[in-house]
């Protein structure tokens, strides 16, 4: 089951500063999350989200992942644990979870409440691809040729669908009449080749015409 949190307003600490952590941070950046990492050393990535302001860094050396995790107050929402010492990870995932945080550690899925999926992003279409933990790599590889399957056309297609709806929302009150026009939007060939040209607006004044001779 993937599941997409709201995390608006909660605090996830990522604790390691190398490639893994670098990574892992990418899937909360838009999340709206206050994202710490914690670290002795930082890899260029992840220095650079911290120069523009998307994470917060911590220079410090983590050494008794029991001792760090009492000290956090508060409490963080989410602790992904991410540097290259197993033991530590597995000791500050354990800590955090005696406190009630949702935990991730890089290295050991068996002890993670959550697995991070490869997720591919074009525009506003993000598809979540998960090998359940058995190929990370291979996640990778998944996602990158679904992010090359996503068109400029599918994206006109979803900001043209979002216009339309919200007028439909105000016209049209059961939502079985309201789904059936979206989908004949979605269908008709003549929109479609408005969208495949790029013109986003005769596409919705041809969406118009069909809601028109529909409420005739």
Same mark, same amino acid.
């Given at each position: 089951?993937?599941?997409?949190?709201?995390?608006?307003?909660?605090t996830v600490i990522v604790?390691?500063?190398?490639?893994?952590?670098?990574?892992? $941070?990418?899937?909360?950046?838009?999340?709206?999350?206050?994202?710490? +990492?914690?670290?002795?050393?930082?890899?260029?990535?992840?220095?650079?989200?911290?120069?523009?302001?998307?994470?917060?860094?911590?220079? $410090?050396? +983590?050494?008794?992942?029991? %001792?760090?995790?009492?000290?956090?107050?508060?409490?963080?929402?989410?602790?992904?644990?991410?540097t290259n010492d197993s033991?530590?990870?597995?000791?500050?995932?354990?800590?955090?979870?005696?406190?009630?945080?949702?935990?991730?550690?890089?290295?050991?899925?068996? +002890?993670?409440?959550?697995?991070?999926?490869?997720?591919?992003?074009?525009?506003?279409?993000?598809?979540?691809? %998960? $090998?359940?933990? =058995? %190929?990370?790599?291979?996640?990778?590889?998944?996602? @990158?040729?679904?992010?090359?399957?996503?068109?400029?056309?599918?994206?006109?297609?979803?900001?043209?669908?979002?216009?339309?709806?919200?007028?439909? =929302?105000?016209?049209?009150?059961?939502?079985?009449?309201?789904?059936?026009?979206?989908? #004949?939007?979605l269908n008709n060939d003549?929109?479609? @080749?408005?969208? %495949?040209?790029?013109?986003?607006? #005769?596409?919705? =004044?041809?969406?118009?015409?069909?809601?028109?001779?529909?409420? =005739?």
């Open positions: 089951m993937l599941v997409d949190l709201r995390l608006a307003g909660k604790v390691g500063g190398g490639a893994e952590a670098y990574r892992k $941070t990418q899937s909360f950046l838009d999340s709206g999350a206050t994202i710490w +990492v914690i670290s002795k050393e930082f890899s260029n990535g992840i220095q650079k989200l911290g120069e523009e302001k998307k994470v917060i860094l911590m220079k $410090t050396d +983590v050494k008794d992942g029991i %001792s760090f995790v009492d000290c956090l107050n508060p409490k963080p929402d989410i602790l992904l644990a991410a033991k530590l990870n597995l000791r500050l995932v354990q800590a955090a979870k005696g406190w009630g945080c949702m935990v991730y550690a890089v290295d050991n899925p068996a +002890v993670s409440d959550f697995i991070l999926p490869a997720v591919a992003k074009v525009g506003d279409v993000k598809v979540a691809v %998960s $090998t359940g933990g =058995k %190929s990370p790599a291979m996640a990778h590889v998944l996602r @990158e040729r679904i992010e090359k399957l996503i068109t400029p056309q599918d994206l006109l297609e979803i900001e043209l669908q979002a216009n339309v709806r919200g007028i439909l =929302k105000e016209q049209i009150s059961e939502s079985k009449v309201r789904s059936k026009l979206l989908y #004949e939007i003549n929109i479609k @080749e408005a969208l %495949s040209k790029g013109k986003l607006q #005769e596409a919705q =004044k041809l969406a118009m015409k069909l809601i028109e001779k529909r409420e =005739k």
